[in-house]
């Protein structure tokens, strides 16, 4: 794992006439600063009803960490990004390194839903910096016919990760100590993240932004992101679809668990098929986006989602408690697979009109993303209609935003600010 130095042509030339020479992260390092945080958010959900039981809680508390992770999350982000714009994006990471070892650790040592709650809330804040750190990193060191392929590729450590975590989390609960097993699994990972940033993580924002923390330039750079529509739609569609993740990952133990009674193991095959569908989905967007304008993508993938929205729900209200895992899941793969098609190249877009202020662009992102998510799981914390019909009812929701947002951005600004160009496959190779 190293960085290697390269040109990057929408670096503004020096005065001498030599185009600076930004370091370039492995991508590796990259995906791993996306995934760690993902991945410790879901690696103890197969462990909620234990959690439930061991610490004397309604299911709805335990499902409420998940919320106060994501409401962390996405408070702080607005906050790493305006920080990295002025101090470094590799002093941030190495901050948030330790805030989620923290975290971590405070998880791992609770024996209450409340400092259960609290130690997820510092997680969310600790975690989050790898995403905010990772998307405005490849803002400055890759050139722009580069980051779209290279939104894929992080961005699906950052989806896969979730899926993961359960299958680990699955055994790791079978351990002698439990479900505090999982945190301590995820301390160990943040010891990891944290010596991989100080050993190989180089600085990208080679142009500190010394005003970046005046409370002018900050709310004005936050304004100069919020006024760009292009920003605000791939946001918030990008939020959308990570709601959906999260929705997913939260119900499916208690559907899994409590209602269907297939116990881990159906927690494992959940896990895989949900990883093995966003697979699908991302490795398709990265070699759709070479072939055909990015608005087909974005087509593509919220049709998928329609179709497992209304599968979902029908299976919901036909089979109910009497359905099969099977019927379930398959609606749920397909969702995850639109899932996949659209987050990177919404990512992308959001990404492409800052370079001054990509940390900004990345906190706010963020911000938006980890902010619907987070709507999405209290939902279904308080909606309470029954573990059938809670994840269709707000897949359902979160789809109908996504599409009646995209139906009316193409209605009033046409399909100008979401077709990307159309790049050949000579040119992506080159």
């Not at 975290?103 to 809330?121: D, Q, Y």
């Not at 292009?230 to 939020?239: D, K, M, R, W, Y």
């Amino acid at each position: 794992m190293h960085s290697v130095h390269v040109p990057i042509q929408d670096v503004p030339v020096s005065r001498d006439g030599a185009r600076p020479r930004v370091p370039q992260p492995a991508l590796s390092l990259l995906a791993f600063m996306m995934a760690v945080g993902p991945f410790g958010d879901t690696e103890y959900t197969p462990a909620l009803p234990s959690i439930a039981h061991a610490l004397h809680a309604d299911y709805d508390m335990v499902q409420f960490t998940m919320t106060s992770y994501l409401i962390g999350s996405s408070v702080s982000q607005l906050i790493y990004g305006p920080l990295s714009d002025r101090f470094g994006r590799r002093p941030l990471m190495l901050y948030g390194s330790l805030i989620l070892i923290a975290g971590s650790v405070l998880c791992m040592l609770s024996f209450s839903v409340g400092p259960l709650i609290a130690g997820r809330l510092l997680q969310g804040i600790g975690a989050c910096a790898g995403g905010v750190i990772a998307d405005a990193a490849v803002r400055d060191a890759f050139s722009a016919d580069r980051r779209q392929r290279v939104y894929a590729k992080i961005n699906a450590a950052f989806a896969v990760a979730p899926a993961i975590g359960p299958v680990a989390g699955t055994y790791v609960e079978r351990t002698p100590i439990g479900w505090h097993g999982n945190f301590a699994v995820l301390t160990l990972l943040a010891v990891a993240l944290l010596w991989l940033v100080w050993r190989y993580l180089p600085e990208t924002n080679l142009r500190l932004n010394r005003r970046a923390l005046q409370p002018k330039r900050f709310w004005r750079n936050y304004r100069q992101v919020l006024v760009k529509r292009e920003f605000v739609f791939n946001a918030i569609l990008s939020g959308c679809c990570i709601g959906i993740v999260y929705t997913a990952l939260i119900g499916a133990p208690d559907l899994v668990i409590n209602v269907l009674k297939r116990g881990s193991i159906g927690i494992i095959i959940v896990a895989i098929s949900i990883l093995i569908a966003f697979v699908i989905g991302a490795g398709s967007c990265a070699w759709l986006t070479r072939r055909i304008r990015h608005e087909w993508i974005i087509v593509a993938g919220l049709a998928l989602l329609i179709l497992a929205s209304a599968a979902l729900l029908v299976v919901a209200l036909w089979a109910g408690e009497k359905g099969t895992l099977a019927m379930f899941l398959a609606p749920i793969g397909v969702a995850f697979i639109g899932v996949g098609l659209v987050v990177p190249v919404t990512t992308a877009h959001a990404m492409a009109p800052f370079r001054q202020i990509a940390g900004a662009a990345s906190s706010m992102l963020g911000f938006v993303r980890m902010g619907v998510a987070a709507l999405a799981t209290l939902a279904m914390s308080l909606l309470r209609m029954g573990s059938v019909i809670d994840i269709p009812i707000v897949f359902l929701v979160l789809t109908a935003l996504a599409v009646g947002l995209f139906v009316g951005y193409v209605t009033l600004y046409g399909r100008r600010d979401l077709a990307g160009p159309r790049h050949d496959v000579a040119r992506s190779a080159a």
